[in-house]
């Protein structure tokens, strides 16, 4: 027996360990979050430098940072480096730089590697798509409702038209001319509708015209333009995840979207003074800015959960936080945020687009430029048209309002945005919506420098416009100068409580 007992004794201490297999997929587990991280870290590292050094070239050109940071998307996506890639766009580890080198350097698996090429793209997804939140939420905060009742009827004259004309046209002409099937030619067709604020406004100030007849015009049909735009990406968003075009489901979507945006922004402005007093109540760091943000991220959720698109609710949001006294407060604490996340957004949306798709050495691409250039057309004549429809104000330059409505920037790389990631768009027709984004953005400031040489001289120049002029981040209303008192009050904000900012 004390054999026994010895020989049992000897053959357990002689096994080799063997930990629980609950233990040894912990540790696993753990390693692949580890190695995850890694890459959204390798690849952040990938999305902040081509922003940054394409932002800085194209603004050493006088030209928006933001078509430097979706072209340096462009260079670092398949189309050229290949160093940001997406299984969306039928890419695989092996054709990405970070994943060859994570496996270089951990030796880890081709399967193993497969899925952390997944896990990674989803992460960075998720960011970029977080990203564009923020980007409408800041739009919405710096857009003004009161702006758009003060330059009347003419500024929404124009931006329906601006809105209306080149959507139908857009989607109509690749419907009859191209084949292209009808809810890929109506998410084009939205593409074209969107005016850059940011882009128009720079360029007014610069030539001193921001406070014109034409220059109000133009900015108050650029914010109406924007409303209307995310309304018709909300539905048109929604129309491609069904997958089929309905005239109930339509007209539901167009009502929904409608009744959400109006009801939030009157239902906001009642509930507004119980959010400042909140805020004003609250003792921790950055309790306004974490206040906005659980506001707008409830918004966007209620969006959708209605079948709309989030962004709307964080559009939605700014709008109502821009009539509160903490706008401007607001405006300063969002900027270093938005800064992080919405550089993710135009990268990613550079890095998905192939514009190998629109080489014309290759007889196949051919369809896909021509469909370009015809996205082009539209894309500008829809708008100089706009200018044609303002009445009642003699002696004004309409060609300068028109062309003023050109530039798609920001807001058009939305809708491409938006298309990519819902599949719906094929690779050459996202490809002709990223070329007439960034074609229609070139050519606008040289175009409105050019219909607006006989104006006035610099000495006419307000306060407003050389505050502009010079890249102050007031908000666009205060720049137009026709909230002096918020101006002001923001000024006494800003001085009072600098522990704030």
Known sequence: MADLTAWVASSIFSMPFVPPAPLLATAAETESSALVLAGVLLSLVVVYLASKIGGELCARINLPPVLGELVGGVVVG??????????????????????NFIQMTTGLSSEAIASLFSAQSEVISVLAELGVVILLFEIGLESDLKELIRVGPQAAVVAVVGVAAPFAAGTIGLITIFG????????AGAALTATSIGITARVLAEIQR?????????????VLDDV????????????????????????????????????????????????????????????????????????????????????????????????????????????????????????????????????????????????????????????????????????????????????????????????????????SLEAAIIVMVILTTFVAPPLLRLVFQNGPD????????????????????????????RVESDTLESTSEPGQH
């Open 210 to 222: 921001l406070s014109s007849r034409e220059g109000q015009i133009i900015i108050g049909a650029a």
């Open 228 to 427: 209307l735009g995310i309304i018709v990406l909300a539905v048109v968003a929604s129309l491609a995840k069904t997958g089929e075009i309905e005239v109930a489901n339509v007209i539901y979507l167009i009502i929904s979207a409608t009744v959400f945006l109006v009801g939030s922004i009157i239902l906001g402005r009642f509930l507004s003074p119980f959010f400042v007093s909140l805020v004003n109540q609250l003792k921790t760091r950055g309790q306004l800015l974490i206040s906005a943000l659980i506001f707008a991220f409830v918004l966007s959720y209620i969006a959708a959960a209605i079948q709309l698109e989030a962004i709307l609710g964080a559009f939605a949001a700014g709008l109502i936080l821009a009539e509160t006294e903490k706008r401007g407060e607001l405006e300063k604490q969002v900027i270093p945020i938005a800064d992080m996340l919405v550089p993710i957004f135009f990268v990613t949306v550079g890095a998905r687009t192939d514009i190998g798709v629109l080489n014309p050495a290759i007889p196949s691409n051919r369809e896909g430029l021509i469909m370009a250039a015809f996205l082009i057309v539209v894309a500008i004549v829809g708008k100089v048209i706009t200018g044609l429809t303002v009445f009642g104000q003699p002696n004004i330059n309409r060609l300068a309002i028109g062309v003023g409505m050109i530039p798609r920037g920001e807001v058009g790389l939305v809708f491409a945005g938006v298309g990519s990631a819902s599949g719906v768009l094929s690779k």
């Open 458 to 485: 610099a000495s006419a120049t307000e306060p407003a416009d050389l505050a502009l002029a010079a890249g102050q981040t007031q908000p666009l209303a205060e720049a137009v100068g026709l909230q002096g008192d």
């Open 180 to 187: 292209v099937p009808t809810i890929p030619a109506i998410f």
């Open 78 to 99: 398949v189309s050229a480096l290949h160093l940001l890639v997406f299984p969306e766009g039928g890419a695989d580890a092996s054709t990405s730089v970070i994943m």
